[in-house]
């Protein structure tokens, strides 16, 4: 998991936090005007996180792959190969990029374009 995305949760609290403390001393319609700004800009911060997550998973998947294409292209026991990417723990949505790419790097030729 992308640190990008903990850290912009923190980063919205903390604004939130210190909005809060800024806006004490002020009138309660400028309270309430600020916590619904607050509120607003909740979803924003989230999609930023969940996009960068998504690129980062992207790229993940793209090396792997690439790994995967260059052991193909590289291999002179094809049925040995295939029993090999049949192993690979691909499973589904449940699918974690990282533990996919470790494997695809022990594949024979992986590393050579």
Sequence with gaps: MSLLFPALLIAYVLLAALFLAAAWPSSHRAKWLGVTA???????????????????????????IGMIANAVEGTDAPNELARKIRALPLRGYETVCSNVETA??????????
């Design 38 to 64: 607050i509120a607003a800009a909740a979803p924003l911060f989230f999609w930023i996180g969940a996009f960068a997550e998504q690129f980062g998973a992207g790229q993940c998947y793209s090396d792997a």
């Design 104 to 113: 695809a790097q022990n594949l024979p030729n992986a590393g050579t374009p």
